[in-house]
Nanobody, 127 residues
Framework: VQLQASGGGLVQAGGSLRLSCVVSGIAFSIYGMGWFRQAPGKEREFVGAISWSGRNTYYEDSVRGRFTVSRDNAKNTVYLQMNSLKPDDTAVYYC?????????????????????WGQGTLVTVSS
């Protein structure tokens, strides 16, 4: 299983970025996917997630309304659209694959809900 995240970069506060994560080696369409981030000197934290069906999305409170998680099963890709970026959003962003097949519950927020991780992509928001 491989997860390849991309799309990070330097952006001014108020700007937008879209992160992508291409997944290979699994039947992508039957797994939920999540995004986490780790800021300098801080622990990794949940950002957002999408269920395997795409019907349900979950967000950390500080990004709700600004970030959107989506998926394109034809491209084996999950996206994180980030709008109205703030300096506090500066972090390395990681995508992750949910550990359970066709999971219909709501456990998406913890790191141990996921079993494979991408390498991370750095997002820097300048003030």
């Amino acid at each position: 299983v491989q997860l390849q995240a991309s799309g990070g970069g330097l952006v001014q506060a108020g700007g937008s970025l879209r992160l992508s994560c291409v997944v290979s080696g699994i039947a992508f369409s039957i797994y939920g996917m999540g995004w986490f981030r780790q800021a300098p000197g801080k622990e990794r934290e949940f950002v957002g997630a999408i269920s395997w069906s795409g019907r349900n999305t979950y967000y950390e409170d500080s990004v709700r309304g600004r970030f959107t998680v989506s998926r394109d099963n034809a491209k084996n890709t999950v996206y994180l659209q980030m709008n109205s970026l703030k300096p506090d959003d500066t972090a390395v962003y990681y995508c992750a694959k949910h550990r359970r097949i066709a999971y219909s519950g709501s456990y998406y927020l913890a790191e141990n809900d996921y079993d494979f991780w991408g390498q991370g992509t750095l997002v820097t928001v300048s003030s």
